[in-house]
């Protein structure tokens, strides 16, 4: 698989890990929502919608909404004033219907609504809302990888965690002090 194509989950929150759609925010971005079915495949590996069927203007609206969502947490960390255009946007999401809860015959879960990809974006939207003005927001820490845009929720007691991924950001970053020990060692 592609860098284009993977995504970045285990961020702590669906909003962190639906801004990490677009990475390298600081150098040359990489933008990881190219077609409608990358859309699809996110919301579903990222568990907000199962066997949506995004297409092209779902696709455009989700990157507005994406970017307006990051413009809004980090703004709210940064304790700045937010752009009026990305509350209204970020707030017409919000309300928007639902699929709402049925059980079908078989007492299985079935919901119920309106299309299921602008609803995705929709709760989407909401969980932004919840994320800034809940107690989560002063734990959203930046990876500490100064190539790495991405934020992520430090869930730690200590409340330390430095990496959004020890296993990428992290490791590389071990790995050139080490390299670098060792040349200075030499």
Known sequence: MSDRQQFRLGLGHPVLEFVATLARRRAEPVERLSEPSDLSRWLDLAQVARGVDCDQEQLAD??????ALYR????ARATQPVDPADLELINDWA???????????SLRLTLVGPDSC???LTQLAQDGIALVAGGQLPRIQNCANPTCSLMFI???????????SMER?????????????RRTEA
């Open 62 to 67: 989700a990157r507005d909404l994406r970017e």
């Open 72 to 75: 809004l947490v980090a703004a």
């Open 95 to 105: 309300r928007r219907p639902t699929p709402r809860p049925q059980l079908d015959a």
């Open 118 to 120: 602008r609803a995705a």
């Open 154 to 164: 430090d869930h730690s007691r200590p409340g330390r965690r430095r990496w959004c």
């Open 169 to 181: 950001c992290g490791n590389r970053s071990k790995t050139a002090r080490y390299r670098k020990r």
